[in-house]
């Protein structure tokens, strides 16, 4: 495969193309284009049959193959809806909340109403079509219709121009971009398998310890002997740290909630200008700091504050719980608390209206949790620390071929940079 740079272009609606490039409307190369419909929900007899149902979220999670989805319908559920089947190796397309998203789907599916079945005449297009709508997401808003939510129309989408080079070059340029996306899926496969690891890791040493053969239960749970169970905030334990007033400092690091982590372990933090903080929660370094507001605190936001924060202190939101750990190992509370067997605990006690429900500061303080001897809570915390940094290498090298793949979208999808065939 040869590549070169294009020098002769032309100007059109949606960008700069080689001139010798056709720019087309999505309906011309296409036999169909439309969206969904979903059978009344109040007819069971039109649910929980054999046809497949896509809605958003199976898009979401499908990414550019969608083989399976959560919900079905009935063939009596098809015939009464503006339902329809969609043949396999067609594009669905999201005109509401995920604009833009696409995917291939590979068995014949129905879709809902937010969803468009886009069928090309030319089979083979479907590669090419997904990769040109993937690169084209972000500037679907502009084209969508100013509602509450912005959202597409099927006929918006009919009209969209797309750039079309020779049947050839589209399965090379498909074909470039594939090859990257099946590194990432490989990528993506590692990341989830060492999560799965993870997982079970994290059932097995907070709950049994490493080599241990006596057990007792307690009130929560079976657990080693030699343990104890301990309320997070005893004397000698762990505190939620006070605030504390700062003064003789211009610029301070302060942590938003979005420099929170919800999968690795120590939060970032940004320098900003003390005029600039209104209010905020104190902290120092080797705090723990645990979300308690929705969804932040359910979507597993935590972090220890890094060793090299500037004057050994950081300001923080105030949505969270500063912890203090005394006689309990940091890393090791970390793990406690990312444990959905105690996380959840809190979570139960959150209270608040909806959407802005909080964690109480005593459902942290008096959450009752496993104590192992030290030597033992840091040899935990380093077996579980040693799975999130090689989850950290993975998620950054699939990033990495992210930011590749999305630069060489811009080069072949625009034809700047050409396959010769």
């Known amino acids: 495969m040869i590549f070169y740079k294009e020098t002769k272009f032309q100007e059109t609606s949606i960008g700069r193309f080689p ?15 439309r969206a969904g419909g979903t ?4 007819k069971k007899e039109y649910w929980n049959g054999d046809l497949p149902f896509v809605k958003i979220e199976d898009i979401t999670l499908a990414g550019k193959y969608l083989t399976a989805t959560k919900s079905f319908i009935s063939k009596e559920g098809l015939s009464n809806s503006n339902a329809w089947l969609v043949p396999e190796n067609s594009l669905l397309f999201a005109m509401y909340g995920s604009m833009g998203e696409v995917s291939i789907n590979k068995i014949p599916v129905t879709t809902n109403q937010a969803i468009l079945g886009i069928i090309p005449k030319d089979k083979d297009d479907a590669e090419f079509l997904y990769y040109w709508f993937s690169f084209f997401k972000p500037r679907w808003r502009k084209y969508a ?21 020779s049947k050839r070059e589209r399965q090379e340029i498909a074909k470039v971009l594939g090859v990257v996306d099946s590194v ?4 993506g496969e590692v990341i989830a398998k060492t999560e799965r690891l993870k997982k079970g890791l994290m059932q097995t040493l907070l709950t049994r310890g490493i080599g241990h053969k006596e057990f007792k239960d307690t009130e929560i749970g079976r657990i080693p002997k030699e343990w104890k169970v301990v309320g997070l905030g005893d004397e000698n334990v762990a505190e939620i740290r006070s605030n504390k007033r700062i003064s003789g400092f211009k610029r301070v690091a302060f942590i938003p909630m979005e420099l929170i982590p919800e999968s690795s372990i120590f939060t970032k933090y940004e320098i900003r200008s003390i005029e600039e903080v209104k209010s905020f929660t104190y902290c120092e370094k080797g705090d723990l700091l645990l979300a308690k507001i929705t969804p932040c605190l359910e979507n597993g936001k935590q972090g220890l504050v890094p060793d090299d924060v500037p ?14 750990c005394k006689g309990i190992d940091k890393l090791f509370l970390f793990y406690i608390l990312k444990f959905s067997k105690f996380r959840n605990k809190i979570i139960a006690s959150m209270t608040g209206t909806t959407g802005r429900q909080r964690a109480p500061k005593e459902s942290v303080e008096k959450l009752q949790v496993p104590l192992p001897p030290l030597p033992e809570q840091r040899q935990i915390a380093e077996i579980l620390s040693t799975m999130d940094k090689k989850l950290e290498l993975e998620r950054n090298e699939r990033a990495r071929l992210e930011r590749i793949k999305r ?7 625009t034809g700047k940079v050409r396959v010769r065939v």
Do not use: H
């Not at 219709?145 to 080079?165: D, G, H, Y």
């Not at 990432?184 to 990528?187: G, L, P």
């Not at 630069?407 to 999808?413: A, Q, S, V």
């Open 19 to 33: 001139k010798e490039w056709n720019v087309v409307i999505l309906e011309d190369i296409c036999e169909k284009v």
């Open 39 to 42: 059978p009344l929900t109040s």
């Open 145 to 165: 219709k100013p509602t509450t939510q912005a959202n597409l129309t099927a006929e918006i989408v009919r009209n969209s121009m797309i750039p079309l080079p």
């Open 184 to 187: 990432i899926a490989k990528t």
């Open 311 to 324: 004057n050994s202190f950081a300001l923080a939101t105030t949505e969270v719980f500063p912890i203090l």
């Open 407 to 413: 630069g060489l979208m811009d080069l072949l999808l």
